[in-house]
């Protein structure tokens, strides 16, 4: 039974670790080294295997055109990238998204423009025919 004041074992994350890691625990346990240490060791192999193990077996989106590395916050994973870029006068809609440690992905439609950009009737239709078309990418995509 593990008492509010005791450590957690490095155990919990076991299944984390590669095996030549949970074998060097074992060694460092029976060893008598401090529990505590050993925890914090342990979170940290296993938050930097699963960016490894991630990284190597999920595919990027099929639209993302930049990847940037890999996180992790408690047992969620993620990286984020970026889509399609469209322009229209001074406007650009960027697709930007979060891909996830089960490969799924969520994305979001980002809009930027010159201060008070102005546009005339034609121009104001262009920009939202591209947006409706980058909309629809982005929830076909997932």
């Known amino acids: 039974m593990t008492l509010p004041d005791d450590p957690a074992s490095w155990r919990e994350v076991a299944d984390q670790l590669t095996p030549e890691q949970a074998a060097g625990f074992e060694l460092q346990e029976r ?36 990847i940037y590395g890999w996180q992790a916050n408690g047992d969620r994973t ?3 990238f970026d889509g399609r870029t469209t322009r229209v006068g001074e406007a650009v809609i960027r697709v930007v998204g979060r891909q996830f440690g089960d490969g799924t992905c969520e994305r979001w439609i980002s809009l930027s423009a010159t201060h008070d950009e102005e546009f005339q009737a034609e121009q104001a239709r262009e920009l939202a025919a591209a947006l409706e078309a980058v909309a629809e990418e982005a929830e076909r995509l997932g």
């Open 31 to 66: 060893s008598g080294d401090d529990p505590a240490t050993l925890r914090a060791m342990a979170d940290t192999l296993a938050n930097a295997n699963a960016g490894e193990v991630t990284s190597g077996q999920i595919p990027a989106p099929p639209d993302a055109t930049r």
């Open 78 to 80: 993620w990286r984020e």
